[in-house]
């Protein structure tokens, strides 16, 4: 069972729209919010996120970081949108990041709040019209409203009918462009229910039951 599982998510890449930053620089410079929280009201709403860390915009090179329009590509993995927890201050080389982002119409979120300023770098006037351009060019959401603003950038994956907060699940795509779908219930009750995947154009799909080795046709709407 563990060989054909292993054996499918080989070669390929994971499918994750959403970016959240990882809260390190936060909690060192003052208050501050842990990502855990907007990952948590994400996961619930089976909105499919990675940490990262700041490095990603700081040294592009090293984490292999490409902007294109609407995409941040970090190595394979290719974001959406950025999610910032609340935090106090930024760096500088966030900062300048988030506004490189911008350039390319990848949308930045701020839980709760915007910073108030910067804790490296620049100072004075130079650092208050750093701040003032990201608030003028980013979003403030309270965490509970994070995924309705995810779902107004179309980025949602797939919806639920009923809705079960329990449900996790696991989008790859194969170097052949075939893509995978795996679902987990990590609740304590049998799930019965609807799962629509949001795809632009139809294709064949089937369910596999990799203990049993078998492979049927899915219904497709």
Known sequence: YTNRMCELIHGGRRVAPVALLYYAEGEWSGAYQNDDRAAHVMADQQIEYDIIPQE???KPQEYRTELREGCLQVNTQEYR???IPYSQFLTEELARGILALREYGIPVVFTEDY???LCNGISGE????LIEEIRQR?????????VEVIRQERLEELTLSPADGRLRYLHYVQEDGCEIWMFVNEGEKEY???VQLIQEAESTAYVYDAWDNLLEPAGWN
């Open 56 to 58: 990603v915009l700081a």
């Open 81 to 83: 949108i950025l999610i």
């Open 115 to 117: 910073p108030e300023g």
């Open 126 to 129: 130079a650092e208050k019209e």
């Open 138 to 146: 980013t979003e403030v959401v309270p965490v509970t409203k994070l």
């Open 192 to 194: 019965q229910g609807e």
